[in-house]
T-cell receptor, first 115, second 117 residues
Framework: GAGVSQSPSNKVTEKGKDVELRCDPI?????LYWYRQSLGQGLEFLIY????????KSGLPSDRFSAERTGGSVSTLTIQRTQQEDSAVYLC?????????????FGNGTRLTVT | AQTVTQSQPEMSVQEAETVTLSCTYD???????LFWYKQPPSRQMILVIR????KQQNATENRFSVNFQKAAKSFSLKISDSQLGDTAMYFC??????????????WGLGTSLAVNP
């Protein structure tokens, strides 16, 4: 596809379960970002990938959150032992690495609801 | 640390009229970008306009323009000839330039804009 693809679109899980959220960036985009959008808190940066490595993971809120990227392409954000406060929309974005003019392209997000 | 403030949680405008959304930010950086993004119900963030801090000229994209006041740390968005399709959440965002090419954005809380027929 031409854009950033995220799956699933919506996910409902029970408190304490683990979830995996997937992001498929635009082909050729070496930079990939995860953001969390919570009600009343706006968007928060979670992690930045450059290729398969994550030089900035400063936004991950706890050790229950982890992310990986393989083959310089697909990324998975994993939340272990989900809590109700993890309910949010998780947005992925990708960009070309060169030049500051390369814009971020966002996916449609995954809405996570923890019951 | 940088912060971005959008003081208008909700706004409305009549179709074909002009509306201005406010944004202020706080930073000690000198080299940075500012952005306005639009988020319709589809949830996808769509770039509306961006401004490089070193440029004095205000950015313009068709019906969208900004008033960038660097000394005042203000970055407002003007939408002219508002259309029903402009109805969305609008977010102001800040990005500092860094050696790692990290496009980490700091976001405001957003302004919900309704364009009324």
């Amino acid at each position: 596809g031409a854009g950033v693809s995220q799956s699933p679109s919506n996910k409902v899980t029970e408190k304490g379960k683990d979830v995996e959220l997937r992001c498929d960036p635009i082909s050729g985009h070496t930079a990939l970002y995860w953001y969390r959008q919570s009600l009343g808190q706006g968007l928060e940066f979670l992690i930045y990938f450059q290729g398969n490595s994550a030089p900035d993971k400063s936004g991950l809120p706890s050790d229950r959150f982890s992310a990986e990227r393989t083959g310089g392409s697909v990324s998975t954000l994993t939340i272990q032992r989900t809590q109700q406060e993890d309910s949010a929309v998780y947005l992925c974005a990708s960009s070309l690495q060169r030049g500051w003019d390369s814009p971020l392209h966002f996916g449609n997000g995954t809405r996570l609801t923890v019951t | 640390a940088q912060t971005v403030t959008q003081s208008q949680p909700e706004m409305s405008v009549q179709e074909a009229e002009t509306v201005t959304l406010s944004c202020t930010y706080d930073t000690s950086e000198n080299n940075y970008y500012l952005f306005w993004y639009k988020q319709p119900p589809s949830r996808q963030m769509i770039l509306v306009i961006r401004q490089e801090a070193y440029k004095q000229q205000n950015a313009t994209e068709n019906r969208f323009s900004v008033n960038f006041q660097k000394a005042a740390k203000s970055f407002s968005l003007k939408i002219s000839d508002s259309q029903l399709g402009d109805t969305a959440m609008y977010f102001c965002a800040f990005m500092k330039l860094n050696a790692g090419n990290n496009r980490k954005l700091i976001w405001g809380l957003g302004t919900s804009l309704a364009v009324n027929p």
